[in-house]
Nanobody
Framework: QVQLVESGGGLVQPGGSLRLSCDFS????????MGWFRQAPGEGRKGVAG???????SYADSLKGRFTVSKDNGKPKLYLQMDSLTPEDTAMYYC?????????????????????????????WGQGTQVTVS
């Protein structure tokens, strides 16, 4: 049974940093495409960063250079390092995983959200962790 559990969110001042973690079980990271998405109040979910089964990373264009996605090769953990945070980064952040590894980058960067599409687009979603920049 696949599970994704995010942690590390919280309240941070503008300019600060946070590192989110996603503890996962039921699969190994070298077989899945994984990603981070976020949802701000009143908006749909948007792709933040992705990492494929080979470790290739991708980012939303607007976040490149401030956010870094990584895996822990020794543990079932995915990370999102977020630096130079602004109030516009305030959102619920979600960890995702999918068995299909083709075009992992595109499926993060060009994701168009709708509630009915989420499970179709990505096999598994975590419950989210709240990040507030204020």
């Amino acid at each position: 049974q696949v599970q994704l559990v995010e942690s590390g969110g919280g309240l941070v001042q503008p300019g600060g940093s946070l590192r989110l973690s996603c503890d996962f079980s039921g699969f190994t990271h070298d077989t899945y495409c994984m990603g981070w998405f976020r949802q701000a109040p009143g908006e749909g979910r948007k792709g933040v960063a992705g990492i494929d089964n080979l470790g290739h990373t991708s980012y939303a264009d607007s976040l490149k250079g401030r956010f870094t996605v990584s895996k822990d090769n020794g543990k079932p953990k995915l990370y999102l390092q977020m630096d130079s945070l602004t109030p516009e980064d305030t959102a619920m952040y979600y960890c995702t995983a999918d068995r299909a590894v083709a075009d992992c980058s595109g499926r993060v960067r060009y994701y168009v959200d709708s509630p009915g599409k989420r499970q179709e687009a990505w096999d598994y979603w975590g419950q989210g962790t709240q990040v507030t920049v204020s």
